[in-house]
């Protein structure tokens, strides 16, 4: 069953995925919710609970978000965002806000 906090925007951005603090994988994101994002990574090493922190840019600026893997698949991962700053949560709803594009499918090889 689908449990979501908010609803989701079709969003296609370029994500940083940082682990421990250091950058350790790229990749894109294809929807984001005030609540959650889904990632394409091309691969997924990271089990379910893993905590990690994505970075998003976009003409608004740039976010780190704190959260963890509720679920994965072949090619990427969806993301439970974790407490954000107000000054995240800001950026992050005029990103949201923004774009509303159509989703792509995980086409990374």
Known sequence: ???????????????LVFEHKLPVATGYCTNVSASGIYLCTGHTKWNVNSILEIELHDEFGHVRLPGMIVHRSPKGFGMMLSELQPTSRTILNRIIQSHNKPQLSCRIS
């Open 1 to 15: 069953m689908e449990h979501r906090w908010s609803k989701r925007q079709n969003i296609t951005l370029p994500v």
